[in-house]
């Protein structure tokens, strides 16, 4: 890892304060759209923030997926994406 591919020290930090707030005060999704079906999928949207939820016709309902660490799942996410800017304001 070289030194430019390095986390920010206060990303370390405020990194898990931040998702301790997000799953504290984040949205809960009790504001959901109606079923959309597209290219034979059907969901539901969050009015809220935007994620969309599988849906299903057969009972009806939205199909749960068990996201165990879903903090973990979305500070990985958060941190490849900065890799990928970075790797993209150097080639340009």
Not at 5 to 28: I, S
Request: aromatic residues 8%; contains cysteine; charged residues 25%.
């Amino acid at each position: 890892m070289s030194a430019s591919d390095e986390v920010p020290l206060w990303d370390t930090v405020t990194q898990p304060l931040a998702n301790a707030l997000e799953l504290a005060f984040g949205c809960h999704h009790r504001k959901l759209s109606r079923v959309f079906t597209i290219e034979g999928r059907s969901y539901k949207v969050c009015c809220g923030c935007g994620r969309r939820f599988e849906y299903s016709l057969q009972t009806m309902s939205i199909r749960h997926r068990r996201r165990l660490f879903a903090a973990l799942t979305h500070l990985r996410a958060q941190r490849r994406l900065r890799r990928i800017e970075r790797q993209h304001g150097r080639s340009a």
